[in-house]
């Protein structure tokens, strides 16, 4: 059985191919919760999901959705759960904004991701250019990356979740918004992510993917979902990018 475990060891001296993944990468698009930061790490995403329940049940929608729907750790489930049962665009806008809230209360505790704010320093350093393509709400990615000092590593290259919730990944319609904006190709490209939706997203953009695991599981769904690239830690990227004798923060 694989173990859901955080892992505390790094990976290996970089492979050729990580190498080469990151040093052709002049645009590198980040997804948000997961390789920037664990959003909910202070703020339990079970609560989260199950308050979006509890208000859908007081209005009595709740049973529109699936019984696997009702009792989900994710939010973003309940969130695409009320827009596939047809709720109605005023319900699911409410819906989105509420998750929205409780995404702006998690960045007072969420945790970076470790190496998470030096790679980004260090990439932007060397001249890449950097964009976010999130199904978290863009509001809250600007928040947290204000709260880190990121801001500028970013500029106003941060695309995310609004109420036309099928944009969401695994469309590549923000990764495709973040390539129009920089004039990137997207074989001149690197998406960062940790999920399969991710992946596909890149997929369906043409970008190159690179799997971020930060336990077992997670690299197991990567890799069943067919990701070939996936590193269970964020510094041999670094270390890639400061072997290049490039400037480092």
């Not at 590198?28 to 790490?41: H, Q």
């Not at 978290?136 to 990121?150: D, E, H, I």
């Not at 399969?196 to 997203?201: G, K, L, R, S, V």
Request: with cysteine; proline share 7%; glycine share 10%.
């Amino acid at each position: 059985m694989t173990s859901d475990t955080t892992r505390t060891e790094p990976v290996a001296n970089p492979t050729d191919r990580l190498r080469e993944l990151v040093t052709r990468a002049d645009v590198v698009l980040w997804d948000f919760d997961g390789p920037i930061c664990r959003l909910f790490a202070g703020h339990p995403a079970p609560d989260v999901a199950g308050g979006l329940v509890g208000w859908l049940d007081g209005r009595g929608l709740r049973g529109l959705l699936t019984e696997a729907e009702q009792g989900t750790a994710d939010p973003q489930v309940v969130l695409r759960a009320a827009h596939r049962a047809g709720l109605g665009r005023s319900v699911v806008a409410e819906l989105e904004e509420r998750l929205t809230q409780e995404e702006l209360r998690a960045t007072a505790t969420a945790m970076p991701t470790a190496w998470a704010d030096p790679l980004i320093r260090t990439w932007t350093a060397v001249g890449a250019r950097l964009a976010v393509a999130s199904n978290n709400s863009p509001r809250v990615v600007g928040a947290y990356l204000a709260g880190r000092g990121l801001t500028g590593c970013f500029g106003p290259h941060i695309y995310g979740r609004d109420t036309d919730l099928h944009r969401l990944k695994p469309d590549p319609y923000h990764l495709n918004r973040a390539l129009t904006a920089l004039a990137a190709e997207p074989s001149a490209a690197l998406f960062i992510g940790d999920t399969p939706t991710d992946h596909e997203a890149a997929r369906s953009a043409g970008v190159p993917f690179l799997g971020y695991a930060r336990n077992d599981r997670k690299e197991r769904l990567l890799r069943e979902a067919g990701a070939s690239d996936v590193i269970g830690s964020l510094e041999p990227v670094l270390r890639v990018l400061r072997g290049q004798g490039q400037p480092t923060p």
